[in-house]
T-cell receptor, first 113, second 111 residues
Framework: KAGVTQTPRYLIKTRGQQVTLSCSPI?????VSWYQQTPGQGLQFLFE???????NKGNFPGRFSGRQFSNSRSEMNVSTLELGDSALYLC????????????FGPGTRLTVL | GENVEQHPSTLSVQEGDSAVIKCTYS??????FPWYKQELGKRPQLIID?????GEKKDQRIAVTLNKTAKHFSLHITETQPEDSAVYFC??????????FGKGTRLSVIA
């Protein structure tokens, strides 16, 4: 099976702009979670989608949003970008929600200038 | 919500020695504890996980122990090799709650 894929791999934006990141899960996986990874902060949970419904949301401002499509592909959007949004954004897929293995994508490196 | 603390943040060992990374969690309802390894420039990958009905689990040179009473779990790597050098993350969750990660441990194995 193909692994989790994310596009684009790299993005450079300026403050105030918005960005959309895409994640394609492993075939058959219906749960997609998003994480922000910054040096020293580990992986911070953004949100989780299952069957097109947001199941969990982390402690991030409303500028961060996401959605999931009927084919389980997911997108996250960040509006009004700030310098502090520069990070590696990882998505992970799993068969379902709950306590089970998550498979990570390669990430999208976002740089905000 | 769940909070996971991980120690140490950096760890250097000589090749062939053992390495131990410790994590504590706050939510007594947590019942799933995975460990992920992230090599430089790569995605995190699951190396071992344990559920709360088990106290210890081994996979070749890697083992994880869980103490539910004390709410802590540890990763043990024996006979370390240079390819074990990476950042290791512990995590915890229960049921349909999000997976909460520790801040990571950068392990360096010195040849």
């Amino acid at each position: 099976k193909a692994g989790v894929t994310q596009t684009p791999r790299y993005l450079i934006k300026t403050r105030g702009q918005q960005v959309t990141l895409s994640c394609s899960p492993i075939s058959g996986h219906r749960s997609v979670s998003w994480y922000q990874q910054t040096p020293g902060q580990g992986l911070q949970f953004l949100f989780e989608y299952f069957s097109e419904t947001q199941r969990n949301k982390g402690n991030f401002p409303g500028r961060f949003s996401g959605r999931q499509f009927s084919n389980s592909r997911s997108e996250m959007n960040v509006s009004t970008l700030e310098l502090g949004d520069s990070a590696l954004y990882l998505c992970a897929s799993s068969l379902a929600t709950g306590a089970r293995e998550q498979f990570f994508g390669p990430g999208t490196r976002l740089t905000v200038l | 919500g769940e909070n996971v603390e991980q120690h140490p943040s950096t760890l250097s060992v000589q090749e062939g020695d053992s390495a131990v990374i410790k994590c504590t969690y706050s939510d007594s309802a947590s019942n799933y504890f995975p460990w992920y390894k992230q090599e430089l420039g790569k995605r995190p990958q699951l190396i071992i996980d344990i559920r709360s009905n088990v106290g210890e689990k081994k996979d070749q040179r890697i083992a994880v122990t869980l103490n539910k009473t004390a709410k802590h779990f540890s990763l043990h790597i024996t006979e370390t090799q240079p390819e074990d050098s990476a950042v290791y993350f512990c995590a915890a969750n229960s049921g349909n709650t999000p997976l909460v990660f520790g801040k990571g441990t950068r392990l360096s194995v010195i040849a």
